[in-house]
């Protein structure tokens, strides 16, 4: 478990945990993270509709 970690790391990707930390401090991180969910949410509905389109 220790290697997807340090791979995680290396690339950047920090824990959930250490957003959650500062999304705690940051009512404008807590926007843009609710924000971003939703448009991505609406942007997979788009492509299921567009595909179902076909």
């Known amino acids: 478990m220790d290697v997807i970690a340090n791979i995680l790391m ?20 807590t ?10 949410g609406i942007f997979i509905l788009f492509l299921f509709k567009m595909a179902g389109a076909l």
């Open 10 to 29: 290396a690339l950047g990707l920090v824990p959930a945990k250490d957003l959650s930390d500062s999304m705690r401090q940051s009512k404008t991180l």
């Open 31 to 40: 926007t843009m993270v609710i924000v971003g969910i939703i448009l991505f």
